[in-house]
């Protein structure tokens, strides 16, 4: 059974940084891609930051040259370096992991999820 735990979460203000860490279990080579993912009250859950296997990062409009997502495969761990945080910024984070399988054209992908962490950001 795939477990993603985080931790990291918390209050900071406006301009401050917080780290967030997705420890997996098992092996994090299992998974093409590690994200991180928000929910903001009344909003949908969006990407934030993800990396594949092969090190491509992606980030969201939002936080990009804010945020640095990484990984530490010897640790099975990924991390969310989050600096200059916003109070829009605050959500529940959640880690989440993705193994593809199918097709190049008719990619199907399955996806794991941990529990969240709150980030919550003062003005």
């Known amino acids: 059974q795939v477990q993603l735990v985080e931790s990291g979460g918390g209050l900071v203000q406006a301009g401050g940084s917080l780290r967030l860490s997705c420890e997996v279990s098992?092996?994090?080579?299992?998974?093409?891609?590690m994200g991180w993912y928000r929910q903001a009250p009344g909003n949908q859950r969006e990407l934030a930051a993800s990396?594949?296997?092969?090190?491509?990062?992606n980030y969201a409009d939002s936080v990009e040259g804010r945020f640095t997502i990484s990984r530490d495969n010897a640790k099975n761990t990924v991390y969310l370096q989050m600096n200059s945080l916003k109070p829009e910024d605050t959500a529940v984070y959640y880690c989440?992991?993705?193994?593809?399988?199918?097709?190049?054209?008719?990619?199907?992908?399955?996806?794991?999820w941990g529990q969240g962490t709150q980030v919550t950001v003062s003005s």
């Open positions: 989440n992991a993705e193994k593809w399988w199918g097709s190049v054209r008719d990619r199907r992908v399955d996806h794991y």
């Open positions: 098992g092996s994090i080579f299992s998974f093409n891609a």
């Open positions: 990396i594949t296997i092969g090190g491509s990062t």
